[in-house]
């Protein structure tokens, strides 16, 4: 019931599609959301969360799991972040994939909803250290699409690897276009 009201909601009243292979034989993965610019993209990632009915994951610090929010943001596809015993946040995470069996991280690289001109890299040492596949996904707010790329691993060069992000999220616009990330 809560799948059909998704779907009435994001492609009926909102107007959106989704575009891409939704694979649920991929287990783990990091999902790289770009663009992000503004606080509408937490709930277009909650409505494709709905209607692919696959397991999205982020990660937030421990205190935002605590009473009262602690139980929604679970249900979410949230996941405390515990970096406890000296553990960087690469390596946190990366313990998270090896706990569990499945675990699609959705993060969005620049680190913020203003305008940035660089990319965060821990997203890619994740996959690398994790050894998992790289999604890509696009909010094009200009097309009113969710935009699913294919997964690939990365090979341990960050400039060849974002290459393939580049042709991937050309031409995407976010939400506040001018705050969009620009390859």
């Given at each position: 019931m809560k799948k059909q009201l998704y779907k009435?909601?994001?492609?009926?009243?909102?107007?959106?599609?989704?575009?891409?292979?939704e694979n649920a034989e991929i287990k783990k993965c990091v999902m790289v959301v770009i663009p992000h610019t503004s606080n509408h993209d937490f709930y277009l990632g909650l409505f494709t969360r709905g209607i692919s009915g696959l397991q999205m994951?982020?990660?937030?610090?421990?205190?935002?799991?605590?009473?009262?929010?602690?139980?929604?943001?679970r249900n979410v596809g949230g996941e405390p972040l515990d970096r406890t015993g000296?553990?960087?946040?690469?390596?946190?995470?990366?313990?998270?994939?090896?706990?569990k069996e499945v675990f699609r991280l959705a993060v969005a690289p620049e680190g913020t909803r203003k305008k940035t001109h660089e990319l965060k890299t821990g997203f890619y040492y994740i996959?690398?250290?994790?050894?998992?596949?790289?999604?890509?996904?696009?909010?094009?707010?200009?097309?009113?699409?969710v935009k699913l790329g294919e997964p690939f691993f990365p090979k341990g060069d960050y400039d060849a690897d974002l290459q393939i992000l580049k042709r991937f999220y050309a031409g995407v616009l976010g939400k506040?276009?001018?705050?969009?990330?620009?390859?």
């Open positions: 009435f909601i994001f492609f009926k009243l909102m107007g959106w599609k989704i575009e891409g292979i994951n982020w990660v937030g610090k421990k205190e935002l799991f605590r009473f009262p929010f602690g139980y929604y943001f000296g553990l960087n946040k690469v390596d946190s995470i990366v313990a998270i994939f090896n706990r996959a690398l250290k994790a050894n998992v596949p790289i999604l890509p996904v696009a909010f094009d707010w200009g097309k009113k699409t506040i276009p001018e705050n969009s990330y620009l390859f």
